[in-house]
């Protein structure tokens, strides 16, 4: 069963980071007027969907191989990344399979609830399931050791979390802008590298048990 877990972590978490990894590219894209409405929204949700599930299974592998007296803090992490995945998924299946359709209908003004735009609902969402991604990291934090390989993923979660007040401001600054945007830059950073991390981790952790 270790073994499996180990498996599932480590292919996960690569799921995850490539995932990851594309969608920030798809977003630098974007920004840069490379690619439009709506391939761009469809890439940008896409993408993002296919981080969730990869992501909360490595979590969930975490827990599962963390010590007995670190079970506090690996289901803490646990539980934030559920969070994230309710708010974040809610976001991407409407934005993908209602907003987009209905937009490219031209009946976008039934829907405008639905939109993602800044301070829109969705893009509460969106925000608070990233807040959340980095409360997950945060708890996560002393389930490593402070020594080996694990410290550098022990510091990678660190600074991921230490990133979420900078989510924080793009999100809920008054006066959204897309040079805002750049501000949280140093998550297309850090996100992609704490999953990679974890994810080599496993790989390392069921190497030495065979």
Known sequence: MNKTVHKVGFWSGLIAFFSTVAFV???MLQLFGVLSYPLDE???YGFSLCIVIPFLLEMLALHYIAPTEKKFWS????IFTVLYVAFVSANYVVQLATVIPMTLQGASDEILILSQTPHSLF???DAIGYIFMGFATLFAVPIFEKQGFQRWVR???LIHSLVTPLIVFVYFYPYF???LLLIGMPWAITAPLSMLLLAIMFKKDFEVST
């Not at 289901?75 to 646990?78: E, F, I, P, T, V």
Request: charged letters at 10%.
């Open 25 to 27: 590219i798809v977003q």
């Open 42 to 44: 469809i890439l940008i």
């Open 123 to 125: 893009w509460d969402f």
């Open 155 to 157: 510091y990678s979660f």
């Open 177 to 179: 802008s897309e040079t």
């Open 75 to 78: 289901h803490a992490a646990l």
